[in-house]
């Protein structure tokens, strides 16, 4: 039995330019971090007393005799890629639901791997974690998904990523003073909308907008690398990046016009009437996790505006996809 652990992570900067379609002939940079809540999948090869060779649980559970009937499109083209054969018991469990903008879909696809090659008796890098998880997601599922939650899965930590030409991904931790990255810890506030979004379906706009969005594109971009100006230089303050978290929401909401809603705009302007700095929605938009800046003094007045939304606490995450049970051996 395996099971690993992989963290969802909070995009900050950047979002939108980690798709293909842009970063094969443009930069793409995003700047992001993981946080402590986590997807959990449990793997192990099945013994022979169920009826099934796949026996599959998470929203669904499924229990099949052939790889072409499981309906999972991810857990199909994962066992698939890695030519596995056995039959196989998974179990997914999560702290966060799905669709909820939080990148859980890429760290079940990074888990789901990293538990399959281990399976298997093999131990890969981040990198080729990362990159054959986009391969899964983008190639053999056929989603609009980006590329940058599978990297930050698979790596872990406060990074800045950057994204050119045929899938050369660079990941670039960012170096601050503890204290200034305990200050933005402090200063975020996580809210659950409680709307519910298919990604694919709304970055599905967004990515045919691609060839009229080059300058709001670029400007993304140079937000990002604006924002780990403000972490690494001792005399911007982290105020500052709060307030960039507004001007990069300002440009993201515009990209296509399933981003955000009516609701979504309010719950928004509520939050900034009740002394945010700044904010997002998180993903690709649509519903699921909104991200607030705003100093501890102004946090009671908005948690107060937002008791009918559920407030989750939450910390950086350093470690990446990992391993916490290694029990592979079952004789039969």
Same mark, same amino acid.
């Given at each position: 039995?395996?099971?690993?652990?992989?963290?969802?992570?909070?995009?900050?900067?950047?979002?939108?330019?980690?798709?293909?379609?842009?970063?094969?002939?443009?930069?793409?940079?995003?700047?992001?971090?993981?946080?402590?809540?986590?997807?959990?999948?449990?793997?192990?090869?099945?013994?022979?007393?169920?009826?099934?060779?796949?026996?599959?649980?998470?929203?669904?559970?499924?229990?099949?005799?052939?790889?072409?009937?499981?309906?999972?499109?991810?857990?199909?083209?994962?066992?698939? =890629? %890695?030519?596995?054969? &056995?039959?196989?018991?998974?179990?997914?469990?999560?702290?966060?639901?799905?669709?909820?903008?939080?990148?859980?879909?890429?760290?079940?696809?990074?888990?789901?791997?990293?538990?399959?090659?281990?399976?298997?008796?093999?131990?890969?890098?981040?990198?080729?974690?990362?990159?054959?998880?986009?391969?899964?997601?983008?190639?053999?599922?056929?989603?609009?998904?980006?590329?940058?939650?599978?990297?930050?899965?698979?790596?872990?930590?406060?990074?800045?990523?950057?994204?050119?030409?045929?899938?050369?991904?660079?990941?670039?931790?960012?170096?601050?003073?503890?204290?200034? %990255?305990?200050?933005?810890?402090?200063?975020?506030?996580? =809210?659950?909308?409680?709307?519910?979004?298919?990604?694919?379906?709304?970055?599905?706009?967004?990515?045919?907008?691609?060839? &009229?969005?080059?300058?709001?594109?670029?400007?993304?971009?140079?937000?990002?690398?604006?924002?780990?100006?403000?972490?690494?230089?001792?005399?911007?303050?982290?105020?500052?990046?709060?307030?960039? %978290?507004?001007?990069?929401?300002?440009? &993201?909401?515009?990209?296509?016009?399933?981003?955000?809603?009516?609701?979504?705009?309010?719950?928004?302007?509520?939050?900034?009437?009740?002394?945010?700095?700044?904010?997002?929605?998180?993903?690709?938009?649509?519903?699921?996790?909104?991200?607030?800046?705003?100093?501890?003094?102004?946090?009671?007045?908005?948690?107060?505006?937002?008791?009918?939304?559920?407030?989750?606490?939450?910390?950086?995450?350093? %470690?990446?996809?990992?391993?916490?049970?290694?029990?592979?051996?079952?004789?039969?």
């Amino acid at each position: 039995m395996i099971i690993t652990k992989t963290p969802f992570r909070i995009s900050f900067f950047g979002g939108g330019t980690d798709y293909p379609p842009w970063y094969r002939g443009n930069r793409g940079v995003v700047v992001n971090t993981t946080i402590n809540k986590y997807c959990y999948i449990l793997t192990r090869y099945i013994p022979p007393f169920f009826g099934c060779k796949y026996r599959i649980r998470y929203t669904k559970r499924e229990e099949v005799k052939s790889l072409e009937e499981i309906e999972h499109p991810k857990v199909r083209e994962c066992l698939k =890629f %890695l030519g596995e054969d &056995k039959g196989i018991e998974l179990v997914h469990t999560a702290d966060i639901p799905a669709r909820s903008g939080i990148g859980s879909s890429s760290s079940f696809t990074v888990g789901l791997l990293h538990s399959l090659y281990a399976l298997q008796g093999r131990m890969v890098s981040k990198h080729k974690l990362a990159m054959d998880a986009i391969h899964i997601e983008q190639d053999k599922a056929k989603e609009n998904v980006g590329s940058q939650d599978q990297t930050a899965a698979a790596f872990g930590g406060f990074n800045r990523i950057e994204f050119k030409g045929d899938h050369i991904i660079s990941v670039h931790p960012i170096i601050t003073k503890a204290k200034k %990255l305990e200050k933005l810890e402090r200063n975020l506030m996580l =809210f659950f909308t409680g709307f519910h979004r298919t990604a694919s379906e709304i970055v599905g706009e967004q990515i045919k907008n691609i060839p &009229k969005q080059d300058k709001k594109l670029s400007k993304m971009c140079d937000l990002a690398d604006e924002s780990v100006l403000i972490l690494n230089n001792e005399n911007r303050s982290v105020d500052d990046f709060g307030k960039l %978290l507004h001007e990069t929401w300002l440009i &993201k909401r515009s990209l296509s016009s399933k981003i955000t809603n009516p609701a979504l705009d309010e719950i928004y302007n509520t939050g900034m009437s009740a002394g945010a700095l700044g904010g997002k929605i998180l993903g690709a938009g649509g519903g699921g996790f909104i991200l607030f800046y705003a100093k501890p003094g102004q946090q009671p007045k908005i948690k107060e505006a937002f008791k009918h939304l559920l407030h989750v606490p939450f910390k950086f995450d350093n %470690l990446g996809s990992h391993v916490i049970h290694h029990n592979p051996n079952l004789n039969f």
